[in-house]
């Protein structure tokens, strides 16, 4: 594909589309929202409102990172604090599907309808890729960015038309993108990182001290797999517990799951074969944290497992 070619065609397309009205987009820092806030702010300047949604369910310090790197690029980024809204709407719930039908409803219908509403936007601009259509029309797994390809009018449902540049693209093709437009190392080279954020990698309900476990394993594992190479690797917190020895004692503990894959573009995935001393290192880690006393390596490719496990 001439990316070049792709480029200069959307951005003429956002203009047309667009026309002198104002649009909405949400960065979450991954380079799919990355691409289409430098894309967007390419096209049609400060007519483009950038916004980052705290849901509460970000990595350590995510946020605020985020922001300063739009910033440092010269864009304005919003940064909204919507912690009890989201954990709110994910109160009770363990079920993949309904989890993920709450952060969409909660993210679309409640907190950008009040950001639709504030900024008098027209249009809302996505990071969908080709595979988060294909997945989510298969029915393998609901992307939290997915609409109209599964029958909502997002006019009707929530006031704003909405915008997928990136729709006919893959994971690969993005970042051919995101070179193309100048964005840092940092967003370019980033592992994916889902919209629902760890609320996809804990099975079961999502609280507040669910999160912190999942938060301070997965800084663990960024830390020390940041130098495979690999495609994408995570900390997952199970719903079950094991019985496990602490200070002499008997503990019930948590059980943290470690995935590290190769891919090209998240349609198959296969494990990384990670040095025994290295996983021993990052169990190590990971059982230190308090109340986790099980840490595992995932060794299953997609398929049959998906990449995520929500």
């Not at 990052?282 to 006393?293: G, K, L, Q, Y």
Request: net charge neutral; hydrophobic share 40%.
């Amino acid at each position: 594909m001439d990316y070049q070619s792709f480029v200069n065609g959307q951005i003429a397309e956002i203009k047309a589309s667009v026309g002198n009205h104002l649009a909405i987009n949400a960065l979450s820092g991954g380079v799919d929202s990355s691409v289409v806030t430098a894309l967007g702010h390419k096209a049609i300047g400060d007519q483009l409102k950038t916004v980052f949604i705290e849901n509460g369910l970000m990595r350590q310090g995510e946020p605020e990172r985020v922001v300063k790197i739009f910033a440092d690029m010269g864009i304005p980024v919003r940064l909204v604090d919507a912690k009890k809204e989201f954990l709110g709407a994910l109160k009770g719930l363990t079920d993949p599907e309904e989890k993920r039908n709450a952060i969409t409803r909660t993210f679309y219908a409640t907190v950008f309808g009040k950001l639709v509403r504030e900024t008098g936007a027209k249009y809302l601009f996505h990071g969908t890729i080709l595979t988060d259509i294909e997945e989510t029309v298969a029915g393998i797994k609901r992307q939290h960015n997915i609409l109209a390809q599964i029958g909502i009018d997002p006019e009707k449902e929530y006031g704003y038309q909405v915008l997928e540049p990136l729709k006919t693209l893959r994971k690969d093709g993005v970042r051919e993108v995101a070179k193309l437009l100048i964005l840092p190392q940092e967003i370019t080279r980033r592992i994916p990182f889902p919209g629902p954020a760890l609320a996809t990698r804990i099975v079961g309900e999502v609280t507040e001290e669910r999160i912190a476990t999942v938060r301070a394993a997965t800084a663990i594992v960024e830390e020390e797999l940041g130098d495979t190479g690999a495609f994408q690797y995570m900390a997952i917190l199970l719903s079950d517990r094991a019985t496990g020895i602490v200070n002499g004692k008997r503990e019930f503990g948590q059980i943290i799951v470690v995935r590290c894959i190769h891919s090209l573009d998240a349609r198959t995935a296969t494990p990384v074969e990670l040095p025994w001393e290295k996983l021993k290192r990052i169990c190590e880690r990971i059982t230190a944290i308090p109340d986790v006393n099980r840490c595992l390596y995932d060794l299953t490719p997609k398929p049959p497992a998906t990449i995520e496990y929500i």
